[in-house]
């Protein structure tokens, strides 16, 4: 099985992958944030060239899938971010390298180069209160400043997610499933518990979910 956790910046999606989800559920091999590593390997580019940041971790992040695919026999792969986010930031961000990319990743799924994601979390953001502290804190990270307007957040996370729906509508089959929550402690830890129960679900049969009303579909592929 393939999943992968969506969503905006600042989202909490990392938090929830170490602290609910790597190392609680079994044979659940985690990839992390590509972004973070390629800007480990080149840090001026963000900064100098988004384009060709955005370009870099599109092509690390179907590297590293492919290679994780083709090494496991069995198991889950959970991805922090995947190749949609990719295509949606540069959607946003350079519409020529989107297009490339968008034909890239088109013939690897062909190809079967990469696998589909069976599911993708979209781990959308309450901001009717407002910016909360733990919001604030995230927000003044410094790859997120160097790479997103962290000053209008609304406006973040309201493109990021037309972008992710247009990306995802390009392709067959599709699913995400949208946990929206609200931006503090109380909030979080509510959808991150909700999010391991359902993934659990699947591992395990006799792991009941406790509402599943709380998940609802914001797209499924034809």
Partial sequence: MKVCISGPA?????FCIENYLDGRIQGLTVLSESSRKVSEMYPELPIQNIGKF????????RQRESVVENLMDN??????RGIFDNLAFLLLQDKNLFHKEFTTVLNAYKNKVIKQYDYIFYFDVDLL???????????NDPLRKATINVDNYAKHIIEFRNAFIEVT???KGVKVIPVVAKPDEEGFDLRN?????YILSDVNASVRLPDKNKLRYIYKGA
């Fill in 10 to 14: 600042a989202s909490g999606k990392s």
């Fill in 54 to 61: 955005r370009e870099k971790i599109c092509e690390f992040q």
């Fill in 75 to 80: 198991g889950i792969i959970l991805c922090d």
């Fill in 129 to 139: 209160g407002g910016i909360t502290p733990l919001l604030d804190r995230a927000l």
């Fill in 169 to 171: 509508n390009y392709f």
């Fill in 193 to 197: 518990s909700i999010v391991k129960d």
